[in-house]
């Protein structure tokens, strides 16, 4: 049920059974169990959501602890939290320390799972947000490119996750006045995230907010209050579910 809530953008509710879940868990499986940390990951991923980035760190790190000890430090699910962690961090602005965390999820995965696997794209699309913040366009936009061929080979064109390297890479081409390439992948990601996870969805907020600033800057005025009006409204509903 949380991650039904949680694909749906509806956060709260999300959180709620979640923490129900982990503390039934905890209750029968003990607080170092594999299953416990699969649900500290969805938790914190969760929180991350709503921007509670105390609560994100200390479950991920939980997890990192628990996995690390049952799974082994080199386990493709060890990865996966490192990925989260580094999320965190950047989402914080420490991007020093995101790095590192991102290279061994990057190694990881490369090693256990293959170059081609598709949850490579994952340590990818982290590290070319990593270099994002610090200013290294040409970096970025190589992690990203390589990032959105596993996901477009893996997932295809029409998925939410797709639709993200989309966003991400606009919004990159945006900060380098590259109009016409941001304005065409802005597009692409809002049409997807509209039709896979629905009109009301905040992921389809995000993409409006952004598609706006795109506009302002080429002096289509009147669309971009459009598209800020109706994220908007979507960022209004969101709060009162």
Same mark, same amino acid.
């Given at each position: 049920?949380?991650?039904?809530?949680?694909?749906?953008?509806?956060?709260?509710?999300?959180?709620?059974?979640c923490?129900?879940?982990?503390?039934?868990?905890?209750?029968?499986?003990?607080?170092?169990?594999? @299953?416990i940390?699969?649900?500290? &990951?969805?938790?914190?991923?969760?929180?991350?959501?709503?921007?509670?980035?105390?609560?994100?760190?200390?479950?991920?790190?939980?997890?990192? @602890?628990? +996995?690390?000890?049952?799974?082994?430090?080199?386990?493709?699910? &060890?990865? &996966?939290?490192?990925?989260?962690?580094?999320? &965190?961090?950047?989402?914080?602005?420490?991007?020093?320390e995101? +790095?590192?965390? *991102?290279?061994?999820?990057?190694? *990881?995965?490369?090693?256990?799972?293959?170059?081609?696997?598709?949850?490579?794209?994952?340590?990818?699309?982290?590290?070319?947000?990593?270099?994002?913040?610090?200013?290294?366009?040409a970096?970025?936009?190589?992690?990203?490119?390589?990032?959105?061929?596993?996901?477009?080979?893996?997932?295809?064109?029409?998925?939410?996750?797709?639709?993200?390297?989309?966003?991400?890479?606009?919004?990159?081409?945006?900060?380098?006045?590259?109009?016409?390439?941001?304005?065409?992948?802005?597009?692409k990601?809002?049409?997807?995230?509209?039709?896979?996870?629905?009109p009301e969805?905040?992921?389809v907020? @995000?993409?409006?907010?952004h598609?706006?600033?795109?506009?302002?800057?080429?002096?289509?005025?009147?669309?971009?209050?459009?598209?800020e009006?109706?994220?908007? *409204?979507?960022?209004?509903?969101?709060?009162?579910?």
């Open positions: 049920m949380a991650k039904l809530y949680e694909s749906q953008g509806k956060y709260q509710q999300a959180e709620k059974f923490q129900e879940a982990l503390s039934i868990q905890e209750q029968r499986l003990g607080a170092e169990h594999p @299953t940390a699969h649900t500290l &990951v969805l938790l914190a991923r969760i929180y991350q959501m709503q921007g509670k980035y105390m609560q994100t760190e200390a479950l991920n790190q939980r997890a990192l @602890t628990i +996995r690390e000890k049952v799974l082994g430090a080199d386990h493709p699910l &060890v990865a &996966v939290v490192l990925n989260s962690l580094a999320e &965190v961090y950047q989402a914080q602005g420490k991007y020093l995101a +790095r590192p965390l *991102i290279e061994r999820s990057l190694a *990881i995965r490369e090693q256990s799972l293959g170059k081609g696997h598709p949850y490579v794209a994952y340590s990818l699309s982290n590290l070319a947000d990593n270099y994002v913040a610090q200013g290294d366009f970096q970025a936009e190589s992690y990203y490119k390589q990032a959105l061929a596993l996901r477009e080979q893996f997932l295809g064109l029409m998925h939410p996750r797709t639709a993200s390297i989309y966003h991400d890479l606009a919004k990159l081409y945006l900060a380098q006045d590259k109009y016409q390439e941001a304005e065409s992948l802005f597009a990601a809002l049409v997807i995230r509209e039709q896979l996870l629905g969805h905040p992921d907020a @995000t993409s409006l907010e598609f706006s600033k795109l506009l302002r800057q080429t002096e289509r005025e009147q669309l971009a209050s459009q598209l009006a109706r994220a908007q *409204i979507i960022r209004t509903r969101a709060d009162q579910a």
